[in-house]
């Protein structure tokens, strides 16, 4: 009977865990931006190996935004890299631990994406290991 009752609770843990939906689903961390005081969208990234937190960033179009871009401290070097010319939007920064301010005013809705543009040699970019989000205007 002991046996039983561990074996029971034991599936249930199983069941619990495999249950849970976020185990393959893709990390997706938005944050959108509000107007501040300045009249500018504040937006704050963090980034490292590999990933960039948040991972969609939500801002509007036609007001000037501000992004502080930092990364983790790491032998690895990182940039912050959006190439979106038809909504006026031109970055490509190299980061370090100490924020990096970024501006610009997006003129056209969309998404965008952001990412790092680096890649060691013969391996994958930084931006297919993960470390990529989407800026979205609207
Ligand atoms: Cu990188």
């Known amino acids: 009977m002991r046996t039983t009752l561990v074996l029971l609770a034991c599936c249930l ?3 619990g865990g495999s249950g849970r ?5 893709p990390d997706e961390a938005t944050y959108r931006a509000t107007v501040s005081s300045d009249g500018m ?3 704050k990234i963090e980034g490292g190996s590999y990933f960039f937190r948040p991972n969609r960033v939500i801002v509007k179009a036609n007001i000037p935004v501000e992004l502080a ?3 983790g401290s790491s032998l690895i070097p990182h940039t912050f890299v959006i190439q979106a010319p038809e909504a006026g939007i031109a970055v490509d920064e190299s980061l370090s631990s100490t924020a990096k ?3 610009f005013t997006p003129t056209a809705a969309g998404s965008y994406p952001f990412y790092c ?3 060691l040699l013969f391996f994958e970019s930084h931006r297919d290991k993960g470390m990529e989000g989407v800026l979205v205007v609207e």
Not at 21 to 25: P, R, S
């Open 101 to 103: 301010s970024i501006r």
């Open 69 to 71: 871009v930092s990364v």
């Open 13 to 15: 843990g199983l069941a």
């Open 117 to 119: 543009r680096n890649r």
């Open 21 to 25: 939906a976020d185990v393959t689903a």
């Open 41 to 43: 969208q504040h937006a």
